[in-house]
C-alpha cells in the first residue's frame, strides 16, 4: 500500500519541445490544482512509460491524459483530452481524496488562500515597518523606535500562528483502513 495516492500526468509527447503547454502553464498552476497536488505523489510519465506500466497500459485512450490511483492501487480514474481543465481536475481531486482522507480539499483550499492571504499582509506590514525605520535613520525617537518595535513583534507573532496554521492544512490525515 501507498502512503499517497498517485495524480499522474501523462504528456503527450515523449520529450518537451518547447512550445507552450496549456496543461503545464494553465492548469498545473492553478492554485486550486496547486494546492490539491499537496494531497498526491505525483507523477509525470510518458506514452512510453505508461505503456511498460501493468497496472496503467490500458487507462484511457488520449493524450494527454491524468490518473488517479488509490494507495491500495483498487481504484483508478482517468481524466483525458477536452475534459481537461482546472475545474475538472480540482474536482476530480476533491471526490478522490476524499476517499483517503479525513480532510475535505475544498476546504483547505479556501483556508490556504486565507493564508496565503494573511501572509501578503504581514510581508507588506513589515516592509513598511522596515522602509519607514530606514526613512527615519538615526534621527527616530526613542518613542518611535519602541512603537515600531512593538508592531515587528506583532507581526513575527501572527506570522509565526501563520506558519502553525500552514503546518496543519498541509498535512493531510488518511482514514482508518477499512
Known sequence: MADKP?????????????????????VLNDNKV????WAFRCVKMTPSDLQDDPLLADEGK???RFIFVSRDYSKIKVIEGSKI??????DAMSKFASK???VNLKKCYKETMKLLNEFDKINSAQKTLSEKRARLGSDISKGEEKKIAKEE??????????DEKRGQLLTFKLKDAA
Open 6 to 26: 498517485m495524480f499522474i500526468y501523462v504528456r503527450d509527447t515523449e520529450a518537451a519541445d518547447g512550445t507552450f503547454d496549456k496543461i503545464e502553464k494553465v
Open 34 to 37: 496547486l494546492v490539491g497536488m
Open 62 to 64: 488520449e493524450f494527454p
Open 85 to 90: 481543465k482546472s475545474k475538472t481536475l480540482f
Open 100 to 102: 483517503e482522507y479525513k
Open 153 to 162: 513583534a506583532e507581526l513575527e507573532a501572527r506570522k509565526t500562528a501563520a
